[in-house]
Structure formats: structure tokens, C-alpha cells
């Protein structure tokens, strides 16, 4: 069980990170793919994959296994800035104590029994086993997340959107709540079922909650994180299936001449900050059936995405719709 205590001072430093960061999922779907998990949700990311990964992944599969402890310095926090380039610099840059006390704690987990000996080069902060290391991050993040990142981007902006109701709705509480079954709020500790015991007391430094498009069923927290930072919790988010590949894959001209006509045009405009169905009809003039008409269409094409909630279905813009929408204002 992991237990998240907050005070009064934490309640009012909560907040929820805008983008996806490439760390950590790098490190969440490398697990997941060498994971026996066999959710449909992910499975033909994975027969897309892993026939893309070789000898420069072995590097990876050591400091990432499928259970139990992954180094914290492959995930640091970096105050926001979330570019791959800078987050592989800042992984590179850590301090070789640092580097020898997490993989030392990683020889010694229960699920990687095994010597430092391999990683000793690692460890002791050698120059040419950290640009073995960056070239492995990148190498991996190019071939098995780079050609996905828009869609991953759309889910986790559609996941945000619905944080944002949620805290407009109800502070605070309403957005920690609004994360169950996942997460149980009970004032003032958040609790997660985990596979150890965690008493993680935030005393005064908040907490940033880090949507993750990798992470499965349960949170994740660094198991060592530093004192003078917010603690992060990486959460998992909702999918849609079929998000690795299919409609939006090829727009074609057919598609996107059904987009003309000024009820898309503001549904897709309207979009940005996230609609439900019902909210888009009532805006539009619209019946209910003509606004999920209207999105279905959008969503074909690509330039929207909807994510069905407990009682609504929540409807976003994509990288693509927003590209479309604003190259219409820059043309006008």
C-alpha cells in the first residue's frame, strides 16, 4: 500500500503536469514490454515494437527490468522541462554517488539479484558507459515512441482536460478524487494499492502528479526522492483502443472535404479545451445525436480524439486538428 500525507500547505501546492514526460515513458513501456502483461490496449504497439529491438537495447533491459526497482537518476525531475534532449543531458549529469547508491540498491532487488560488475563503468560515471547510455535512451525512444508521439500526446492532453473539469468542479478534492479507482483520496492521504509499503509524507512540498501513457493499473512514485523537491506520482491514464494505428492513420481527400461546414468548424475550434457531447450540442444548437455525428467524423479524421469517462464522453483536439485549425486562422 503506498500512502501519500499531505497538510494544509500540500493541498495548496498540488498541481498536474501538462505534458507527457519522455523519461519516464521510456522507462514505463520498456517494463511493459518486457512484462507478461497482455492488455489488448497495448498489443499492437507491442507486435510493432518489439521486433525493432537489438543489442543496443540490452543496456536497458538491465536497468529496466519488468519488476521491482529501476533506477530513480533514469527519471529525475526537472522542474518542467520535458524535451528528450535536455531530459537524456540531465540523466547524463548525475552526480557519480548518485549513480553508484541506485544501482547498487539495483543489484540488491529481489526481482535482479546480480553483481555490480556489469554496471560498474555505469557506476563510476565512466564518459564512454554514459554516452552508451544516452545513445541507448534515445536509440529506443526514436524507434519505439517517437512514430507514436502524437497520439500519445492527444491522450494524455484528453487526460489533463478531464483533471481540469474535475478541479474547476470541486479545488482540490474534487481532482484527487476524481482519480479513483486508481487512486483513493481520503482527506488528508491519497492511498494506491503497491507492491511495497510506502508512508510518503509531503510536508509542505506538494505534489505533482505526472500523467503517464505507459504506466499500468497502478502509480508510480521515485523510491528515493529528493527533500528539497515535490515528490512526483506518475498515474496511470484511461486509453482508447486502437491507438497505436488505424482511423486518423491516413486522412483522405474524401475525409478531409467532410470537414467543410461551419458546425465542424466550431466543433473542432471548440474542442480545444475539451467538450462532452452534450456540452458541443448545446453550444452548436445542435441535437445530441448530431454533435456525436459531427465528432465521429472529426475523430476519423484524426483531428479528434474522444474518451469515454464514467458518464461522459470527454472530446479533445489533436496535434493534427490543432495544426488544421490554426493554419485556417493564419490563412484568413
Known amino acids: 500500500m503506498l500512502r501519500v500525507h499531505f497538510t494544509a500547505e500540500d493541498i495548496a501546492r498540488v498541481r498536474v503536469a501538462a505534458v507527457p514526460d519522455p523519461l519516464w515513458e521510456i522507462a514505463n513501456s520498456f517494463q511493459l514490454l518486457a512484462s507478461s502483461d497482455d492488455s489488448p490496449v497495448f498489443g499492437q504497439w507491442r507486435r510493432l515494437v518489439r521486433p525493432l529491438l537489438g543489442p543496443a537495447d540490452a543496456l536497458l533491459t538491465t536497468l529496466l527490468p519488468p519488476r521491482g526497482y529501476s533506477p530513480d537518476f533514469l527519471t529525475p525531475d526537472r522542474h518542467g522541462t520535458l524535451d528528450l534532449a535536455s531530459a537524456v543531458d540531465t540523466v547524463l549529469a548525475t552526480p557519480r554517488t548518485r549513480l553508484r547508491a541506485d544501482l547498487t540498491r539495483l543489484a540488491g532487488s529481489p526481482h535482479r539479484r546480480r553483481t555490480l560488475r556489469d554496471l560498474r563503468p555505469l557506476a563510476d560515471g565512466d564518459p564512454d558507459a554514459l554516452r552508451r547510455l544516452g545513445a541507448a535512451l534515445h536509440g529506443y525512444h526514436r524507434r519505439a515512441l517517437a512514430p507514436f508521439w502524437p497520439r500519445i500526446r492527444a491522450q494524455v492532453d ?43 509524507h509531503l510536508r509542505g512540498r506538494g505534489l505533482v502528479l505526472q500523467p503517464s501513457f505507459f504506466c499500468v493499473r497502478r502509480p508510480v512514485m521515485l523510491a528515493d526522492p529528493a527533500a528539497d523537491r515535490a515528490p512526483v506520482l506518475v498515474h496511470p491514464i484511461e486509453h482508447t ?10 486522412r483522405s481527400g474524401a475525409e478531409l472535404g467532410a470537414l467543410l461546414g461551419r458546425t465542424r468548424a466550431a466543433i473542432l475550434e471548440d474542442v480545444v479545451t475539451g467538450r462532452t457531447t452534450g456540452e458541443l450540442a448545446e453550444r452548436a444548437g445542435i441535437s445530441g445525436a448530431a454533435a456525436s455525428q459531427h465528432t465521429a467524423v472529426l475523430r476519423r479524421a484524426g483531428l479528434l480524439l474522444s474518451v469515454r469517462r464514467k458518464r461522459y464522453v470527454l472530446h479533445t483536439i489533436t496535434p493534427a486538428g490543432l495544426a488544421l485549425l490554426t493554419g485556417a486562422r493564419t490563412s484568413v
Open 158 to 200: 484528453a487526460d489533463r482536460q478531464d483533471r481540469a473539469r474535475a478541479a474547476l468542479a470541486g479545488g482540490v478534492d474534487g481532482l484527487l478524487a476524481g482519480f479513483s479507482p486508481a487512486l483513493r483520496w481520503s482527506p488528508p492521504v491519497l492511498e494506491a494499492d503497491y507492491p511495497v509499503g510506502r508512508e510518503v
Open 241 to 250: 483502443l486502437g491507438w497505436a494505428g488505424g482511423p486518423g492513420d491516413g
